[in-house]
């Protein structure tokens, strides 16, 4: 994914105000920022490998969904339109 790209969740998930690890509880508890629906849109802001500044070793995102700028495991998200521009 790339950044101005349109995704979509496909799953519900936690979103972040900074991506967090599997074992942070105090992180987790401390950067969440809620909880994406299945099926809402947003808008990638981040570079692919922009996570990788991070300690963490899964893939994250940030996105713009609902007026709110918040990071999602990237594994989450799944384009709306393809290549030859066909809404999916």
């Not at 998930?13 to 849109?41: C, E, F, N, S, W």
């Amino acid at each position: 994914m790339a950044k101005g790209d349109l995704v979509c969740i496909s799953h519900g998930t936690a979103m972040y105000d900074q991506p967090v690890g599997v074992g942070d509880q105090v992180g987790g508890i401390r950067h969440y920022a809620g909880l994406a629906q299945k099926g809402q849109t947003c808008v990638v802001l981040s570079d692919p490998d922009d996570w990788k500044s991070t300690v963490w070793s899964a893939p994250w995102t940030q996105v713009l969904l609902d007026g709110r700028v918040v990071w999602v495991k990237s594994h989450f998200l799944v384009h709306l339109v393809q290549a030859d521009n066909i809404v999916v």
